[in-house]
C-alpha cells in the first residue's frame, strides 16, 4: 500500500498533493480550471519563482490571492457572449425562460378572453347591421310600391290589377334567374320532394291571392286606410299560426288582439272614402298575406325542405303568374293589346310598368330575407311600423282627407300590435322556464 501512493505521489508535481488540505485547493481540483481560476491579469508569464516552487506557503497565498470568481447572470447563455472564451470544460447552461408571476398569468388570460368576446361582440354587431340593411330595404321597397300602384290604378287610370300583378310575377322570375343562375349569387336548389312542391304551389297561390287583392284595393280606398287595414295581419297570424302548427297561446297573448280589432273598427267608421268592396279585398289581402307569412316561414326554416329565398321567388313567381293569366284575361279581357295601345300615346307607362316590376321584385326579395332573418310575428310588427310610415306619406303626396277618430283608431291598432308582441314575450319567458 506504501508503495502505491508512493508510485502515485511520483507522478503529480512537486507542488500538489493528490488530497489537499486547503479548502482552496480543494475546491480548485473539483471545478473546472476555465471557469475557476484565472491568472493574474498584472503577470505576463505563467512561470513561477523559485520561491514560490520550494515554499507551499507561498503557493497557497498566491492560489488565494490569484484565485477569482465567475457568475453567470440568470436567463443568459453564455455562449452568447462575446468575452467569455468556451472551452471544453465550459458548463453548458440552457436558456430557461422565467415562470411568469400570477398578476401577469392572470392579465394574459384577461386579455384573451377580451378578445374572444370582442370577437363574439363584432360578429354580432355585423350580423345587426345585415339586419337592419333589409328591414330598411324592405322599407323602402315596399312604400315605393305603394305609391306606384296608387298612382298606376287610381290616378294614371290603369284599372288592370291582376294583369299588374302578372307582370310583378313575371318581374320576380326573371331577376331571380338572372341572380341564381347568371350572377349565382346563392347555389342553385332543386325541389326534392312532391310534399315540397305542393307547399310552394299552395304558397304560390295564397300569394298571387293577397297581391291582387291589395292592388284592386288601392283602387277604392286611400293608402292611409289601406295601411289601417293591414296593421291587423298580427290577428290573422295568430289565427292561422293556430289552424295550421296547432300552436296555442296563451290567454294574455289572445286578449292582446282585442285593441287590433277595436282600432280597425273605428277606423273604418271614420273614414271619408270609405268603399265596401275595397275594405273587404283589403280584408282579403290582410289575410292572406298573413298566411302567406305562415306558411313561408314554415318552408324557409324547415331542415328538409329549407330554400333559399331566392330560390322560392324562381319556383313561385312563374307559379303565380300562370294561376292568374286565365283569371285576368276573363275578367280584365286582353290587357296586353290595351298596354301598348297606350304606350303609343304616352310611353312613359312602359317606365312606369318597368319600375313597378322591378320595386316589387326587391319588395318580394327584401320580404323573404326578413322572414328568413327574424319570424313571421317580427315581420308583421316591422309591417306596421311599415304601414305608418306609408300612411303618412301618401297622405303628404296624394293629399287624402283624413279625421282625427281615424287616426285615433290607427292608433289603437298598432298599441294593440304592441301589447301582443309584449305578451308573446312574456309566454315565451315563462315557457322557458
Not at 472551452?87 to 384573451?112: G, M
Not at 347591421?129 to 287610370?157: D, E, H, M, Q
Not at 316591422?382 to 293629399?399: D, E, H, P, T, Y
Request: proline share 6%; glycine share 4%.
Amino acid at each position: 500500500m506504501t508503495h502505491h501512493r508512493h508510485s502515485l505521489t511520483a507522478l503529480l508535481p512537486h507542488n500538489h498533493t493528490l488530497f489537499p488540505s486547503h479548502p482552496i485547493q480543494r475546491l480548485s481540483c473539483l471545478l473546472p480550471l476555465s471557469s475557476t481560476v484565472r491568472s493574474d491579469p498584472t503577470s505576463s508569464s505563467p512561470s513561477h519563482t523559485p520561491n514560490q516552487h520550494n515554499t507551499p506557503h507561498h503557493t497557497q497565498t498566491n492560489m488565494v490571492e490569484t484565485q477569482t470568481w465567475t457568475t453567470t447572470r440568470r436567463n443568459s447563455n453564455p455562449r452568447l457572449e462575446s468575452s467569455h472564451v468556451i472551452t471544453d470544460d465550459t458548463p453548458l447552461l440552457l436558456d430557461i425562460p422565467p415562470t411568469p408571476p400570477s398578476d401577469a398569468r392572470i392579465s394574459n388570460n384577461n386579455n384573451v378572453s377580451s378578445s374572444c368576446s370582442v370577437g363574439v361582440s363584432s360578429s354580432g354587431s355585423s350580423s345587426s347591421l345585415v339586419t337592419t340593411g333589409i328591414v330598411a330595404s324592405w322599407y323602402a321597397s315596399n312604400i315605393g310600391v305603394l305609391l306606384l300602384n296608387k298612382y298606376l290604378l287610381s290616378i294614371y287610370g290603369y284599372k288592370y290589377p291582376i294583369f299588374l300583378t302578372i307582370l310583378h310575377m313575371v318581374s320576380c322570375s326573371a331577376y331571380s334567374s338572372a341572380a341564381v343562375h347568371v350572377l349565382r349569387l346563392v347555389p342553385y336548389q332543386r325541389i326534392h320532394s312532391r310534399r315540397q312542391l305542393v307547399k310552394i304551389v299552395i304558397l304560390s297561390g295564397v300569394f298571387s291571392f293577397s297581391v291582387v287583392c291589395g292592388n284592386a284595393s288601392l283602387r277604392y280606398i286611400p293608402v292611409s286606410f289601406n295601411q289601417a287595414i293591414g296593421a291587423t295581419t298580427p290577428f290573422f297570424t295568430a289565427v292561422f299560426a293556430f289552424v295550421i302548427t296547432c300552436r296555442k297561446e296563451s290567454p294574455e297573448v289572445y286578449l292582446s288582439l282585442l285593441p287590433v280589432i277595436l282600432g280597425i273598427v273605428v277606423a273604418s267608421n271614420s273614414e271619408p272614402l270609405f268603399h265596401l268592396f275595397g275594405f273587404v279585398v283589403c280584408i282579403g289581402s290582410t289575410a292572406g298575406r298573413a298566411l302567406k307569412s305562415v306558411v313561408q316561414g314554415i318552408i324557409l326554416s324547415s331542415d328538409s325542405e329549407k330554400l333559399h329565398s331566392m330560390n322560392l321567388l324562381l319556383y313561385m313567381a312563374p307559379m303565380a303568374a300562370a294561376i292568374l293569366l286565365p283569371f285576368s284575361l276573363y275578367i280584365e279581357g286582353n290587357v296586353a293589346a290595351i298596354t301598348i295601345q297606350k304606350a303609343r300615346a304616352d310611353w312613359s307607362i312602359i317606365l312606369l310598368l318597368a319600375g313597378n316590376a322591378t320595386v316589387a321584385y326587391l319588395v318580394n326579395l327584401t320580404n323573404f330575407l326578413v322572414t328568413k332573418h327574424t319570424s313571421a310575428l317580427t315581420l308583421q310588427v316591422l309591417g306596421n311600423a311599415k304601414s305608418a310610415v306609408a300612411a303618412v306619406v301618401s297622405v303628404l303626396i296624394f293629399r287624402n282627407p283624413v279625421t282625427v277618430m281615424g287616426m285615433t283608431g290607427f292608433a289603437v291598432t298598432v298599441m294593440g300590435v304592441v301589447l301582443y308582441s309584449e305578451a308573446k314575450k312574456r309566454s315565451k319567458a315563462i315557457a322557458a322556464k
